[in-house]
């Protein structure tokens, strides 16, 4: 139909030009024309070009990172951040090993480290400073609408807090915040030790300096960001200190090293922006990361939330991302941070720092009356645009009248050859066009991925031979040459073809895309994983040696079972591994437990059903478990219409509860938080509510009662 349309159109195009148009006009306009329109090997050159350019200066800006300024050249620069000192915090910081909070390693050895570093900095201080060292506990609960949502309960995790001043009293503070404590296995070298690396560096600096501060900044360790925010939590909801915190500056990492991204800032206070603009030396920013981030496609927070939510302050947020591969493993340690990305860290919160402390902008009420969120980017590194929500949508409609106008002017044009219900109807066949092909593309990319999967070919590959290339050099070489081979097959070489027949476009695509499926399968470019110690890209796995017992209402067990519970965190897991562990041959799908049980009957220690809800089973020998998880119920009393249980928990440092009351009873109040009960996820029509519960220190029985409407 689109083709006969189509011929109709020419002929009568043609018919009514011949008429009007002398011969040699007819020419002139032809050529005129060929000027104005390029051909589609123009357009496809240019488009490759500037894509190329662009791509170009983002890798080169993001492999620039400063000269590092080390111990024994930090003399020719006063006053400046030292890389070198930095790293070796991470590197004391990191050799005490994972540090979770309740461990040893994190409520002893850490504190004990940062108490004694943050010592030794005051003996060094200038007179000019007031500096109050304090370390505290905090207990306390609240409800989370993080990931599936939970109400998190907390006891007596910890926070190393220095308070930094002039010696007259001050009204307004500045928040820096890190956290010292670890995800479970992880050394914790670039989350957050480089972090609270880079604070104790500034620390340093700050009151080594005789300049006075206008303002006072806290200094915030905190020991249970990893245990879901709660540290930050305490400090801000509990510590007198809290109360004159005007604005935040946090430090975070989902990545080792590259350029710290300014990802998230506000809600209010956008003249943070302004100080962020005019002082740091390297700019990275992006409000694009915040929609994403707040979006919750992102299965990741930071005390960003905490402080915003619970201490209503407006503040800004950082992070590195680069060589995400090794974030929350074994294999986040201090070699994996280049110096350069330290040095760069530590001279842009430095800057932004000292922007704030010592100009006005906390004590001034009209900088503190500004509200409204901001849309904010970095021009290529070298400078923030940044303007006000209002302003966005202004450039977003005038944007879209732009646009509606030059279609319509398009119409007008086209009108003069075509009807314009003619023209409509070919626009709307356009559009459809379009659609249709981003779907096809979605749905071929899909199903070569899924084809290339269940083919193995993908994993096959390096298996059967790894074993042949022995040397990492040769390894990397052959990674190169395969890099070079694929770059001047799928670019260099169709551009030399196309400048001389654009025709050729469609047969050099699917000569693309052939070459591109025997890369895959015949090279090692299709294999996912790194086992290089330089630059590992590890499989995840997370594995619960497990031991289920499920009870009946009046206490008898009805099930009881021991083994490995499976988390894929990775389209390939369990199965890609078999060849190496053959046990994980016997891996069952849960899929019936998840139908039967609550929360599939499996110890999920966070609410993550709607994310990880993909594991598996494989029967094993029962684990050893030191302390045991007890739930008793001490009472039961029935009102009216309400009946109110208390149960008391015993058990270790970590502990997840998770309620669902039966179909038509509703849980209205608890004496876990004060307000409504956070309610989860629905299972099989009825209320679910999960309970976190962790304790760092002294821990008690845990005691709560809820009541049944
Ligand atoms: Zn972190």
């Known amino acids: ?31 005129k024309k060929q000027d104005v329109l390029p051909n589609e090997t123009q357009h496809l050159l240019f488009v490759l070009t500037f894509f190329l350019f662009v791509s170009f200066i983002i890798i080169v800006l993001e492999r620039n990172l400063p000269d590092p300024i080390t111990i024994d050249t930090e003399r020719l620069y006063p006053g400046r951040f030292v890389a070198e000192r930095a790293r070796n915090h991470i590197v004391n910081l990191t050799s ?86 670890t995800f479970v296995e992880s050394p914790g070298g670039s989350d957050d030790g480089a972090g609270c690396a880079v604070m104790l560096e500034i620390l340093r600096i700050i009151t080594q300096s ?7 900044i806290v200094f915030l360790f905190n020991g249970a960001e990893e245990n879901i925010l709660q540290a930050s939590h305490g400090f801000i909801t509990q510590h007198p200190w809290a109360k004159k915190v005007q604005t935040f500056i946090n430090l975070e990492a989902c990545g080792s090293g590259g350029r710290e991204l300014l990802f998230q800032a506000g809600p209010h206070n956008p003249w943070m922006l302004e100080v962020y603009a005019k002082s740091v030396p390297y700019p990275y920013a992006s409000s694009l990361a915040q929609e994403i981030f707040e979006s919750g496609i992102v299965p990741g927070d930071t005390d960003f939330r905490i402080f915003r939510d619970f201490g209503k302050i407006s503040g800004v947020d950082f992070a590195w991302s680069k060589n995400g591969y090794v974030y929350h493993t074994k294999f986040d340690n201090v070699d994996q941070i280049p110096l350069g990305a330290l040095q760069r860290t530590g001279d842009n919160i430095l800057a932004l720092t000292q922007g704030i402390v010592f100009e006005d902008h906390l004590s001034d009420p009209s900088m503190q009356e500004t509200r409204g969120s901001l849309v904010f980017f970095d021009f290529l590194g070298a400078f923030v645009i940044r303007w006000p929500q209002y302003i966005a949508s202004t450039i ?15 119409m007008q044009n086209a009108r003069r050859s075509i009807k314009r219900w003619t023209y409509m109807r070919h626009v709307t066949m356009c559009v459809g066009v379009v659609i249709i092909s981003w779907l096809a593309s979605m749905f071929s990319c899909t199903l070569i991925a899924l084809i290339l999967t269940k083919l193995g070919k993908v994993m096959s590959w390096i298996i059967d031979n790894l074993q042949e290339v022995s040397s990492a050099w040769i390894l990397h070489q052959m990674y190169c040459d395969a890099y070079a081979i694929v770059w001047m097959t799928i670019l260099f070489l169709p551009i030399v073809l196309l400048i001389k027949n654009a025709e050729r476009i469609i047969n050099v695509i699917v000569g693309i895309f052939l070459i591109a499926i025997a890369v895959l399968i015949l090279t090692p470019l299709g294999f996912p994983y790194s086992g290089d110690p ?11 040696h497990t031991q289920r017992q499920f009870y009946d209402a009046d206490g008898s067990v009805r099930y009881s079972g021991t083994g490995y519970w499976l988390v894929d965190l990775d389209m390939n897991s369990p199965h890609s591994v078999e060849s190496i562990v053959p046990e994980m041959a016997a891996a069952t799908p849960t899929v019936r437990d998840c139908e039967k049980e609550l929360y599939c009957g499996f110890p999920y220690l966070m609410p993550v059903t709607t ?28 009102k009216q219409h309400t009946i109110n249980f208390t149960f ?40 679910t509510y999960f309970i976190y519960y962790a304790c760092a220190s002294d821990c008690m029985p845990y005691t709560f009662s809820i009541e049944l409407n």
């Open 534 to 544: 330089l630059s590992p890209a590890p499989e995840r796995f997370m594995i619960a």
């Open 648 to 687: 008391n928990v015993t058990g270790p440092d970590h502990m997840s509860i998770i309620l669902s009351p039966y179909k038509g009873i509703n849980l209205e109040k608890w004496s876990v938080i004060d307000e409504k009960p956070l309610q989860g996820p629905m299972w099989n029509d009825r209320e």
């Open 611 to 638: 994310f990880l809800w993909k594991t598996s089973w494989i029967p094993g020998p029962a684990p050893l478990i030191s302390i045991p998880t007890k739930l008793e119920i001490i009472s039961k009393t029935a």
């Open 1 to 31: 139909m689109f083709q006969r349309d189509g011929a109709r159109l020419r002929q009568r195009t043609a018919k009514r030009t011949s008429v009007e148009l002398p011969y040699e006009n007819k020419i002139a306009s032809y050529l």
């Open 396 to 410: 977003n409609i005038a944007s879209l009248i732009t646009a509606g106008y030059s279609i319509y002017l398009n």
């Open 210 to 216: 005789p300049k006075i501060l206008k303002h006072s």
């Open 96 to 181: 005490i090993g994972p540090r979770i909070a309740g461990s040893y390693e994190n409520e002893v050895l850490a504190v004990k480290f940062l108490t004694t570093t943050i010592s030794n900095v005051i003996k060094t201080a200038h007179e000019n400073h007031r500096i109050v060292l304090n370390i505290t506990k905090h207990s306390g609960a609240f409800p989370l609408k993080f990931l599936d949502g939970m109400t998190n309960v907390y006891r007596n995790v910890q926070n190393v807090i220095v308070k930094v001043g002039p010696h007259r009293p001050t009204m307004y503070s500045l928040l820096l915040n890190c956290h010292f404590d």
